[in-house]
């Protein structure tokens, strides 16, 4: 100690409005606050403010119609379409890596033959999207829409190329980390989950007010994919594991629930 | 260890958080005729509409709603065919992202229950909504009974081209948007 003199306490460094600092000490105000889904009310995320409700959720048993969901079969999606890799006349500029998990539903059950979808900008951060104005290359070998169906066992699998991180205007030098949109459908309409998954160790989730409104860091974590070597092939892709549990299925399973061919089977069913 | 422990039931595992759609789904979830669940015009049809519109009452251009509901006798389709429609086959779901008046619409066959399902997905909305829109003339049940003066919000008027409802995700008549979860199952609740 060079002074004996108790220096004035420096005063709270207020953060420059518009800023990381300032979007980041909001952040850290609502981290920890319970709720498993994000908070709809989650001012870090600027555009929430006015898109989110003031009411609760209002509480209600599912029913009738709403204990089954959508049914979509091979007529729906060409198993081509879970490659995303090939869309273009040639290769797309980038990191080709394999996405695969299964999707459960609450209580372990596999949802089975059932619609996965996912969109993501290309290695460079770029969305082929026309309201995407982010100065990066788009790459012609490189849409970034995939679907596909999961098989018997609930699993899903694309190949794709690791998305690029890419500014947006939530606040002042604001940036995604880097993440694939997935949209996914149940066994019950209720079940519907529309997410983001993101890649381990990505040092923009500290920062990024999408990821952070999940503010429990466990519930959090599960949108983090794991990288597996077993997945990787050689001389090909890298692969990372991303498993997917929906909310509880409200519906007793059916027979025909486990029958792999379901969709087919129950067409008698309709009208 | 004197009696052998009681197999444990399966831990629940915990439900994947929900997030945005963002603003970059067009290119991906929208497909040709998503919102076409019978042709336009053929015997039967009518056209169910609304707008999103949120807390200043202002539309909102990029969101999307995604209609689920029982075939005209009452059942549940569990038809496949809704991304590849043949133009026959009433699969009873369907998928509109609004436009830049916050419009949607889809062309349906009336359904027969009481309410068809919507999931409702934004920019700006961090987890998807669902709600129920009412037939004009349904009974009231438990649930709109329930509601009083809000039940409204769920109820659609038919305007003469139709059935309308709008979706205001916030401010004076607050759609109702609904928890599906709270009296679920023990062990397989979720917490949507
Ligand atoms: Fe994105």
Redesign the interface.
């Known amino acids: 100690m060079s002074t004996p003199i108790t220096p004035e306490p420096a005063p709270e460094p207020v953060p420059e409005p518009g800023s990381q600092a300032e979007v980041s000490a909001e952040i850290a105000a609502l981290d920890g606050t319970p709720g498993r889904q994000p908070r709809l009310d989650y001012p870090p995320y600027r555009s929430s403010a006015l898109r989110h409700p003031t009411q609760a959720l209002h509480p209600v048993d599912p029913e009738g119609l709403e204990l089954w969901a959508p049914v979509f079969g091979r007529r729906d999606v060409d198993p081509l379409e879970a490659d995303l890799t090939i869309g273009g006349r040639g290769e797309p500029i980038g990191e080709r890596m394999i996405v695969t998990g299964r999707v459960v539903d609450g209580a372990g059950r596999p949802v089975r033959h059932q619609l996965v979808e996912v969109w993501q900008a290309n290695a460079g951060g770029r969305y082929v999207h026309q309201r995407d104005q982010h100065p990066a290359p788009l790459d012609p070998h490189f849409t970034g829409v995939g679907r596909c169906l999961t098989d018997a066992e609930g699993t899903y699998r694309f190949t794709t190329i690791k998305p690029g991180p890419y500014p947006w205007r939530n606040h002042r030098n604001a940036w995604r980390p880097a993440h694939i949109h997935f949209s996914l459908f149940g066994t019950d309409f209720t079940q519907r989950l529309v997410t983001q998954m993101y890649f381990p160790g990505d040092p923009l989730f500290a920062l990024d007010p999408i990821y952070q409104a999940v503010t429990d860091p466990a519930d959090r974590a599960r949108l983090v994919a794991t990288y597996d070597h077993d997945l990787t092939q050689p001389e090909w892709a890298t692969g990372y594991r991303w498993d997917i549990v929906l909310t509880g299925s409200h519906r007793t399973p059916r027979e025909d629930d486990v029958e792999p061919d379901h969709a087919e089977h129950r067409a008698g069913d309709a009208r | 260890m004197s009696t052998p422990a009681a197999p444990k039931p399966?831990p629940?595992?915990?439900?994947?958080?929900?997030?945005?759609?963002?603003?970059?789904?067009?290119?991906?979830?929208p497909f040709p005729r998503d919102r076409e669940l019978v042709p336009p015009g053929s015997p039967g049809s009518v056209v169910l509409r609304g707008r999103v519109l949120?807390?200043?009452g202002?539309p909102?251009p990029d969101a999307l709603v995604?209609l689920?509901?029982?075939?005209p006798?009452g059942?549940?389709?569990?038809?496949?065919?809704?991304?590849?429609r043949d133009g026959v086959t009433?699969?009873?779901?369907g998928r509109c992202a609004t436009d830049g008046e916050g419009r949607w619409s889809f062309v349906t066959l009336r359904p027969g229950?009481p309410?068809?399902?919507l999931?409702l997905?934004?920019?700006?909305?961090?987890?998807?909504?669902?709600t129920r829109a009412y037939l004009p003339d349904a009974p009231d049940d438990d649930?709109l009974a329930?509601?009083g003066p809000?039940a409204a919000t769920l109820r659609c008027t038919d305007d003469g081209d139709g059935l309308l409802i709008d979706l205001r995700?916030?401010?004076e008549h607050?759609?109702?948007?609904?928890?599906?979860?709270?009296?679920?199952?023990p062990?397989?609740?979720?917490?949507?």
């Open positions: 399966a629940t595992p915990a439900p994947t958080p929900g997030q945005t759609v963002g603003p970059f789904f067009h290119d991906a979830l949120d807390g200043a202002e909102v995604e689920w509901q029982t075939a006798d059942t549940v389709v569990q038809q496949p065919g809704s991304l590849r009433f699969t009873g779901w229950t309410y068809v399902a999931t997905l934004a920019r700006g909305l961090l987890d998807r909504l669902q649930l329930a509601l809000r995700l916030q401010g607050e759609t109702v948007f609904l928890d599906h979860s709270a009296r679920a199952a062990g397989v609740g979720g917490t949507h």
